[in-house]
């Protein structure tokens, strides 16, 4: 490999390694906005289920949260690829998926 390729496989690596880092983030906030649609749902007004007052779930809210977390999350598997795919010529270890 010459100089030439190392440094664009770096170059290469560092913008992958960036989107990695802005969609783990935005999967992270997606996640945390459904986990928070979904709680309001699993609430009970007591320890006796009543039904006086329901605690309601927002349906489409969800839906359309899921949505976007499914799109953000198939871009960051992809961008994982990208990056793993440079890591080494970069001199970088390849992320692990767990």
């Given at each position: 490999m010459t100089t030439?390729?190392?440094?664009?496989?770096?170059?290469?690596?560092?913008v992958a390694k960036k989107d990695v880092q802005r969609?783990?983030?935005q999967r992270h906030a997606l996640a945390g906005n459904l986990s928070v649609l979904l709680q309001r749902a699993s609430?009970?007004?007591?320890?006796?289920?009543?039904?006086d007052r329901i605690y309601t779930l927002d349906a489409a809210a969800a839906e359309a949260k899921l949505k976007e977390l499914i799109d953000i999350n198939t871009q960051?598997?992809?961008a994982i690829d990208e990056m793993n795919r440079y890591a080494d010529a970069a001199g970088e270890s390849p992320a692990k998926r767990i």
């Open positions: 030439e390729q190392q440094f664009e496989y770096i170059g290469r690596y560092t969609l783990v983030a609430l009970v007004n007591s320890s006796a289920v009543t039904v960051l598997e992809m």
